[in-house]
């Protein structure tokens, strides 16, 4: 990396709420990364990253009640670098008579960092459906809203649980993942076939990559690795290079 190159390493994660804590906060710890861009996390979880590991540039966008407590979740991302925040909601189904899990509105959450302002993270989490391939009128709406947001970003980079699965050389999903390649960059390496983790899933037997990285422009990522055995969800880190 030249002297004029600015690395990034992130932390992109499903947390799966509390769950899994006492998996992923030693792992947090461990790496020391630069962003952590998480969904289904509890705002108290939110708030004891950000004071004690040392992530003092945060926003978190709420989504629904919490499926296992009396907290809120949601997506967020935490920094040690300073930099600007944003939320943005891009479907509000709070009036919506079905109960789609609890979940009241779809947020987009991002970081500009003030070193590379001409970059920025984004963050969400799409809505699921069973099964998974089939894509619902709900998960058709998200993501219409989303790309209106995308559509208007110019420099970026999105991670993300798209709760959509990637297609691979064995099988044609079709899927709003695919469709979202088809506009952006793809930058999670094609020998990863699922990024759901199977050992601690509550659905078993899954195995879809529903995890996104994706860009736009001439951004870079590199050093892709996957962690298992964190969440029901697969870590993805790697680094963004300005």
């Known amino acids: 990396m030249s002297s004029t190159e600015t690395a990034f390493r992130f932390l992109q994660l499903n947390m799966e709420e509390d769950r899994h804590l006492q998996k992923i906060l030693p792992l947090i710890q461990e790496h020391d990364f630069d962003v952590l861009l998480l969904q289904e996390i509890t705002k ?23 499926l296992y407590s009396d907290d809120i979740s949601g997506v967020s991302i935490l920094s040690k670098h300073p930099g600007a925040f944003a939320i943005e909601t891009f479907l509000d189904i709070a009036n919506d008579n079905e109960n789609h899990r609890g979940a009241y509105a779809y947020r987009l959450v991002s970081f500009t960092p003030s070193s590379c302002s001409d970059m920025t993270f984004l963050t969400t989490h799409l809505p699921v459906n069973y099964p998974a ?35 691979n050389e064995n099988t044609i999903y079709n899927s709003l993942y695919d ?5 952006f960059q793809d930058q999670l390496p094609k020998n990863v076939l699922t990024t759901i983790d199977s050992k601690l899933h509550s659905v078993k037997g899954l195995s879809y990559t529903v995890d996104a990285i994706l860009t736009s422009g001439d951004i870079e990522v590199k050093n892709i690795g996957i962690t298992e055995n964190i969440s029901d969800h697969m870590g993805i880190h790697g680094e963004v290079i300005k």
């Open 133 to 167: 391939p089939v894509i619902s009128e709900l998960q058709r709406n998200a993501y219409k809203g989303l790309i209106e947001l995308l559509e208007k970003k110019e420099r970026f980079i999105l991670t993300g649980d798209l709760n959509s699965p990637r297609s």
């Open 44 to 66: 108290s979880t939110f708030t004891r990253i950000k004071q004690d590991l040392g992530y003092p540039y945060a926003e978190f966008g709420d989504m629904r009640p919490s």
């Open 179 to 183: 469709q979202l390649i088809e506009k």
